[in-house]
Structures are given as C-alpha cells and as structure tokens.
C-alpha cells in the first residue's frame, strides 16, 4: 500500500460538536434558547459594562439559573408526552393551587414594593400578611405534583410555571429586602426578618429540587441529612450533641455569602459562566470539528509510512 493510498484511506470525524436530536424546535426549547442567550448575554454586561453589587448579583445568578433548569428540564425531558388518553385532571388541579398560592405570594411582594415609602423601617405589615405560608405552601405543593407527576416532553407543566414565579417572588423578596429590612446585618440572627426566613427556606427547596432532576437524589439526601442535623442538636448523642438552631435563623443564615452566595456561587458567576458562553461558542461554529480534522491526520501515525511521516519522533509511540 503507497503513502497516498494510506492516506487516502484515513477517515476524518466528523460532526463531533453535534448534539442530539431531543426536537428543538418546539417552541418551548425555543423559549429556552432565547432566555439562555438573554441569561449570557447579561452576565457579559455586568462582567465587562456595569458592575453589580456583590450579593445583588449573585442573588440574581442563582434565580437565573433556576428559571432556566425548569424551562429546559421539561423541554429536554425524554419522557414520552402522552402515554395513552387523556392526561389526569388530578396533577393539573394540584397545579393550579400551586400556581395561586405562589402566584399570591408574588402579589404581596409587589404590593410591598408599591407601597414602601423611603424613610420607613419596614413596608406595610398587610402587604406581607400571607407571603410566608402561601410561599412556601405552594412551592412543596408544586415540587410534591412534580416528584408524583413528573413533565413529559416540551411540555411546561402548571406545577412548573408554580416553581418559576415561586422563584421570582422568594428572590424578589430577598433582593427587596437587602437594604428595606437590613438582610445583610440580620441574616442569621434572631432579629431576621420571619419573611426573610420564608423566602430562605423556600430558595433552598428550589434548589433542592433542581439538584434531584440534574443529579439525582443523592445530592439532596446528603444535604438534608446535614439539614436535619441542624435541628436535631439536642437529641444527638456525644460530642454531636449541640443545641440547635431556630429555622428563621439556620435558613437566613444559609442563604447568605457563607452559604449559597458563597464562593462556589461567585466561581460560577464570574469564571465557569464566561468558559461556558465559550464553549458554546466554540460548539455552535463547530470549532471542534475544524481541530479534529486538522490533528488526526498528523497524529494518526500508524495509517501513514513511518519514513514519510513529518512528525517522525510520534511514530515511536505508535
């Protein structure tokens, strides 16, 4: 066999940065793409243009992310969309109640933010009277109809709009309450506001929940293990024995810089979200089918003459 030949013989990759075929063109992976270009493009601008403060915009990024992981975790889920007949009223309703109760809860932050006045200590007590337990009521609601009825294919479920606008009300509320209710001193002290706790508690379930349906359950069940061992101090044997903490306190206290907007948060804001925008980039123009290309005939040492070979020291490791 000549040189040309061997040569001639070697096959190339090829569509190497191509993905899957999970129907993209629907339009709720449509919806998706649209707010992961939106999602990059003002991580771009607050990096590069208009700096953020700190816990604002890393309140800001996990929301963001939350949003996005509900969209495209029914947008790209593989379960079939209909399993024969018609689909049960039962996750719809349950949806429905969930999508009023956090729907409310969104209502009451709003109402808080129309009427606070500057030079207040705090809104109107009737603007947040049943921002707790409609919050976080609706939110285990939705994530409960979720686990039992999971979404089919490029279809959001009510269950899932529930999360998403749970997620803007508890990390509106928490953004509101930055300066308002002076979050960044109280967090995680008995003077925390009982709402911040609510709004805490609520984003920890959210990313919870978000956690099992990228990772799995084992991620969650370790973290509420450690949760659980939070508050159950007092009966713990030995030296794991401590007196625990009041849920106000432990969940505002999580969800500050020593917790969720930690440094893992501010890594994943900064650096890894500019090395995805690249990746994708490079994904998108298929870069990597023009590296591919270029190396495999140089390195691929054994299809072609030793002798001819141009990086004759490689053919040693053939």
Same mark, same amino acid.
């Given at each position: 066999?000549?040189?040309?030949?061997?040569?001639?013989?070697?096959?190339?990759?090829?569509?190497?940065?191509?993905?899957?075929?999970?129907?993209?063109?629907?339009?709720?992976?449509?919806?998706?793409?649209?707010?992961?270009?939106?999602?990059?493009?003002?991580?771009?601008?607050?990096?590069?243009?208009?700096?953020?403060?700190?816990?604002?915009?890393?309140?800001?990024?996990?929301?963001?992310?939350?949003?996005?992981?509900?969209?495209?975790?029914?947008?790209?889920?593989?379960?079939?969309?209909?399993?024969?007949?018609?689909?049960?009223?039962?996750?719809?309703?349950?949806?429905?109640?969930?999508?009023?109760?956090?729907?409310?809860?969104?209502?009451?932050?709003?109402?808080?933010?129309?009427?606070?006045?500057?030079?207040?200590?705090?809104?109107?007590?009737?603007?947040?009277?049943?921002?707790?337990?409609?919050?976080?009521?609706?939110?285990?609601?939705?994530?409960?109809?979720?686990?039992?009825?999971?979404?089919?294919?490029?279809?959001?479920?009510?269950?899932?709009?529930?999360?998403?606008?749970?997620?803007?009300?508890?990390?509106?509320?928490?953004?509101?309450?930055?300066?308002?209710?002076?979050?960044?001193?109280?967090?995680?002290?008995?003077?925390?506001?009982?709402?911040?706790?609510?709004?805490?508690?609520?984003?920890?379930?959210?990313?919870?929940? =978000?956690?099992?349906?990228?990772?799995? =359950?084992?991620?969650?069940?370790?973290?509420?293990?450690?949760?659980?061992?939070?508050?159950?101090?007092?009966?713990?044997?030995?030296?794991?024995?401590?007196?625990?903490?009041?849920?106000?306190?432990?969940?505002?206290?999580?969800?500050?810089?020593?917790?969720?907007?930690?440094?893992?948060?501010?890594?994943?804001?900064?650096?890894?979200?500019?090395?995805?925008?690249?990746?994708?980039?490079?994904?998108?123009?298929?870069?990597?089918?023009?590296?591919?290309?270029?190396?495999?005939?140089?390195?691929?040492?054994?299809?072609?003459?030793?002798?001819?070979?141009?990086?004759?020291?490689?053919?040693?490791?053939?």
């Amino acid at each position: 066999m000549t040189d040309t030949q061997a040569a001639s013989d070697i096959k190339l990759p090829s569509e190497v940065d191509n993905s899957p075929d999970l129907q993209n063109t629907t339009w709720l992976a449509k919806v998706g793409f649209l707010l992961c270009a939106l999602y990059s493009a003002w991580h771009l601008y607050v990096l590069n243009i208009a700096p953020l403060e700190t816990w604002t915009f890393r309140i800001m990024h996990v929301a963001g992310a939350l949003i996005l992981g509900f969209v495209l975790s029914s947008a790209l889920s593989v379960r079939p969309a209909q399993e024969g007949g018609t689909p049960s009223r039962l996750p719809r309703a349950l949806g429905a109640v969930s999508l009023v109760a956090t729907s409310l809860a969104l209502g009451s932050v709003l109402a808080a933010m129309w009427f606070f006045e500057p030079g207040q200590s705090a809104p109107p007590e009737w603007t947040m009277a049943i921002f707790g337990w409609t919050l976080a009521g609706g939110t285990l609601l939705a994530v409960a109809t979720g686990w039992v009825y999971p979404a089919r294919q490029n279809q959001l479920t009510i269950s899932d709009i529930a999360l998403i606008v749970a997620t803007v009300a508890s990390f509106g509320f928490v953004l509101f309450s930055l300066d308002t209710l002076s979050l960044r001193l109280r967090a995680g002290t008995p003077f925390a506001d009982p709402n911040n706790g609510w709004a805490a508690f609520v984003v920890v379930v959210l990313i919870a929940e =978000m956690t099992r349906r990228v990772a799995g =359950m084992a991620l969650v069940v370790i973290a509420l293990v450690f949760v659980i061992y939070a508050f159950m101090g007092p009966w713990m044997p030995g030296f794991l024995e401590h007196r625990g903490y009041d849920p106000k306190r432990f969940f505002t206290y999580v969800f500050t810089d020593n917790g969720v907007l930690g440094p893992t948060t501010a890594v994943s804001s900064t650096y890894i979200i500019l090395f995805i925008v690249f990746a994708a980039f490079l994904q998108s123009s298929k870069v990597g089918d023009y590296f591919v290309n270029f190396s495999s005939p140089w390195l691929d040492v054994r299809a072609v003459a030793r002798p001819r070979c141009r990086f004759w020291p490689l053919a040693s490791w053939a």
